[in-house]
């Protein structure tokens, strides 16, 4: 359920790390209203633990798969909502960093969408709700499983919504929402039952972890209304961005839409950058192309058919643009192993 | 994110103390952290069907290798990690994008496929990026580099327990599911999720123990709310200027002059 | 210089749930010294030391320490009196780097910055681990660690060392380098261990604990060679002197 650079356009990215950013700032300001020493070590090992249970995997019964955990609920249960959100930030931060998980870019979507759902929704809205900070086992399990599976629903369905508004992947929407959705209900409904057994397995061997956390996690400021804020700041910067961009530059986002519904017309080229870029690509892409062409002697269907494959010369890539970037590739590599020698030898 | 705990211990390891070395290393973190992003937003910001037009960016991570010393297998091998997943995603653009956009001689290549090579390219760039600047720069060195950007102080503090505890956890998880293994049967056991959730509990267990020692320990030598460290950053406008410079610079021509186009053209020629 | 001396009057511990721990605890120790804490697991050595160090509370009786009488006030005073050393270096050292580790205890003392560089280079000097000032803490084999874990403690300047295990873990010549490092502190030392042949090296003097309580209190080879003390409080003859 990770979202990754390749698939993301910087306007998404961007206005989702400006949300991303604005929930750290948010979460550090209120764990500064409410000091409390042992949170610091508790919050470390935590993410240590997290990171380190997330990389064991178990086999799902019945299927052939295998299931990993997530821990954002029993982050949530044992830290409270703020205190959650961060380690499990910070556990995403070093994945991105170290793991390739993703990527930099992505990673204010991945860090939303595995963190804010988790913490800032389900665990407040859902599972306190329904398990309070009791013992009770039943009800614990049925938080978990419900709270779990509505945060992944949650969180892959903003995936896609990344995923489509980015406009680079041609997934449509329709497909794309059919295959995450059921996929990630099945994944959660687990995910909420190994949860719940973690948590039963502690409450059962040290039950005063959980009073303590209950202590820890009184829901400060965590509202229904609070989250209704943060959705709806995340909705409008999103959009904001998107349609400031889109209007900036007509082609890009619109154009890519009509080319994935297969519509071969070009729409009007727009203002800005793109349009200088079109002209000078038209003028440079016709000459070098002809001698790429094998038979040569048929000059003019050639060109014709040519066009008729061609209805955008302004975007994507020309032939001789490849034959330029293979150069530049190789310019690079060569430059890359220059610099290796030279500082090889320098040592 | 899950794989397998050995794996994610080697490549913690290889990447833990910054094998990259010289000058880059000396770099100030903030430079580095700054100029990765420059470039991630760069590439990105192509429209899903640009190939060449990307291929220059590729000095970068070349440029970064081979300067501070670190081996492009080595990239490469972390590059392909999150492959698979983006491949996938990949692969369904040439089935719903199909109007031709390119001719080469006798074959044509719809719009699908050319922003299916256009995700690849992307993928190895913007993540050979990260990881170059994970290989040049120690991560508590980068998390400092964080905080003076505007992180907030609690966020780097997890950051630096988090990664310091890492591996300590990581490897006592290794120790149990061996144990398990050594008690079951066949080549590659399956753990059950009764058995999984009696294994995490139990190390959740020893987590929040270990958290009161540490804690206690802090204690000790006179911890009372706030983590002090002394740790100076030095921005050089000589060097770190002149990186930040030519790097935003060159990013910025690429993006918005086709150089590949000139490139062969120039080489064509007369 | 004669106030680095400790004192425990009756000291007392009884857990949340009501069981005794420390049964009336009462010792001196001079200026200097390096005295053993030996006895059976469970028999109260890890929570007397953190009772001496106002880590947890007593229940009952007294401690103090060159003149500071332990009480929820001055636990930070005494804190910065009395430099811990915890069984498991991996609680102690906890920030990014051996240097940061180093630095934390003058840091939190309120210490200037070429202050704060000295103690750290001073004290890694004394452990012999001044090579490992910008090592990522947990990058460091077992004996480092242990050195390094000394190192936090001598940083903050302690005018009295209590142990806790200091050689477990090691292998043979970490556990020599730690022998050697420990019998040349001028501290007054106070170790908790199952190594009795440590015992024999480095403290003239042991205090044998057992169920809460002292069970014997005196010189080293005197109290080794009460076999039917030892055997009551399940502990051996070190094995340099069997046979």
């Known amino acids: 359920m990770h979202m990754a650079d390749a698939l993301i356009s910087p306007e998404v990215g961007g206005a989702m790390w400006a949300v991303t950013a604005g929930l750290v700032a948010w979460s550090a300001k209120k764990l500064k209203e409410d000091p409390d020493e042992g949170r610091i070590p508790l919050m470390g090992v935590l993410g240590a633990f997290i990171f380190a249970a997330q990389m064991i995997n178990f086999s799902i019964p019945a299927t052939g798969s295998s299931g990993h955990l997530g821990g954002g609920m029993i982050l949530a249960a044992l830290l409270g909502p703020y205190a959650a959100f961060l380690t499990l930030a910070s556990v995403l931060v070093v994945q991105a960093l170290f793991f390739a998980d993703g990527g930099l870019l992505a990673l204010g979507c991945n860090i939303f969408n595995m963190g804010f759902f988790s913490c800032f929704v389900a665990y407040p809205l859902i599972y306190r709700l329904i398990a309070g900070t009791g013992r009770n086992r039943n009800r614990i399990l049925a938080a978990s499983v419900l709270s779990s599976a509505a945060a992944l629903q949650l969180g892959a369905f903003s995936v896609v919504l990344q995923t489509v508004a980015s406009g680079i992947s041609a997934l449509p929407f329709g497909t794309f929402v059919l295959l995450m959705q059921p996929i990630h209900l099945a994944i959660g409904i687990v995910e909420g039952f190994v949860t719940a057994g973690v948590i039963l397995f502690v409450l059962k061997a040290r039950p005063e972890v959980l009073e303590a956390a209950g202590d820890r996690t009184r829901l400060r400021g965590v509202s229904l209304r609070t989250v209704l804020a943060g959705l709806a700041a995340a909705a409008v910067l999103t959009g904001g961005v998107l349609s400031w961009f889109a209007s900036a530059y007509p082609d890009g986002l619109e154009w890519s839409i009509a080319k994935t519904t297969g519509s071969e017309e070009l729409a009007s080229p727009g203002e800005g950058i793109h349009s200088t870029l079109a002209g000078l690509q038209e003028k440079t892409a016709i000459l070098p192309d002809y001698g790429f062409r094998a038979g040569s002697g048929d000059d003019g269907a050639a060109e014709a058919s040519e066009e008729a494959a061609w209805p955008n010369p302004d975007m994507g890539t020309t032939v001789s643009g490849l034959a330029g970037g293979a150069m530049t590739l190789a310019l690079a590599g060569l430059i890359g192993f220059a610099l290796r020698r030279s500082a090889g030898a320098r040592k | ?270 | ?243």
């Open chain 3, 1 to 243: 210089m004669s106030h680095h001396y400790l004192e425990v009057r009756d000291l007392r511990y009884a857990y949340p749930d009501g069981t005794e721990a420390l049964k009336g605890i009462s010792f001196r120790l001079e200026h200097g010294e390096a005295c053993a804490l030996v006895g059976a697991n469970g028999a109260g050595k890890s929570t007397m030391m953190l009772a001496l160090t106002g880590l947890i509370l007593p229940s009952g009786g007294s401690v103090d320490v060159g003149g500071t009488v332990l009480s929820k006030k001055t636990a930070g005073d005494v804190r910065r009196r009395i430099g811990f050393v915890f069984q498991d270096s991996e609680d102690q050292l906890f920030m990014p780097t051996v240097f940061d580790d180093v630095a934390f205890g003058p840091l939190n003392q309120g210490l200037s910055e070429p202050e704060v560089r000295k103690r750290v280079s001073e004290a890694l000097a004394e452990v012999g681990a001044g090579h490992l000032e910008e090592r990522p803490t947990y990058r460091l084999s077992g004996g480092e660690k242990r050195a390094a874990a000394i190192a936090t403690v001598l940083a903050m300047l302690p005018d009295i060392l209590i142990l806790d295990e200091p050689g477990s873990g090691l292998d043979p010549y970490g556990r020599r380098l730690l022998v050697h490092m420990l019998r040349n502190f001028r501290h007054t030392r106070l170790i908790a261990t199952h190594d009795l042949d440590l015992v024999l090296d480095v403290c003239p003097r042991t205090i044998v604990l057992h169920e809460g309580e002292v069970a014997a209190d005196g010189p080293t080879d005197e109290i080794f060679r009460r076999p039917d003390l030892l055997e009551r409080c399940r502990l051996e003859v070190p094995f340099r002197m069997q046979n």
């Open chain 2, 1 to 270: 994110m899950s794989g397998s705990i050995e794996r994610n211990l080697s490549a913690l390891a290889e990447t833990s103390d910054a094998p990259g070395s010289g000058m880059v290393k000396s770099l100030d973190p903030r430079a580095k952290i700054l100029v990765t992003l420059m470039f991630v937003v760069a590439v990105t910001s192509f429209g899903k069907y640009e190939v060449s037009r990307l291929m220059p960016f590729a000095l970068y991570p070349a440029a970064m290798a081979g300067l501070s010393g670190v081996s492009p297998g080595r990239v490469l091998k972390r590059t392909l990690i999150a492959a698979p997943f983006i491949l996938l995603v990949g692969l369904f653009n040439p089935l719903f994008d199909r109007a031709p956009l390119l001719r080469i001689g006798p074959l044509v290549l719809t719009g699908g496929w050319m922003s299916f090579f256009s995700i690849i390219a992307r993928s190895f760039l913007a993540v050979s990026a990260a990881v170059l600047l994970v290989f040049t720069t120690r991560f508590d060195s980068l998390c400092l580099g964080l905080e003076r950007l505007g992180t907030p102080r609690v966020f780097v503090v997890q950051l630096l327990f988090l990664w310091r505890y890492i591996v300590l956890f990581m490897e006592e998880a290794r120790r149990m599911v061996r144990a398990h293994t050594l008690r079951s049967w066949g080549n590659r056991p399956k753990i059950s999720p009764k058995v999984f959730v009696s294994m995490t509990g139990t190390l959740l267990l020893r987590t929040l123990d270990r958290a009161g020692r540490v804690y206690r320990a802090m204690r000790a030598r006179g911890f009372e709310g706030e983590i002090r460290m002394l740790r100076p950053l030095s921005f050089s406008p000589s060097r770190d200027g002149l990186f930040l410079l030519v790097w935003g610079g060159y990013f910025l021509v690429c993006r918005l002059v086709n150089l590949p186009e000139f490139l062969f053209r120039a080489a064509a020629g007369p």
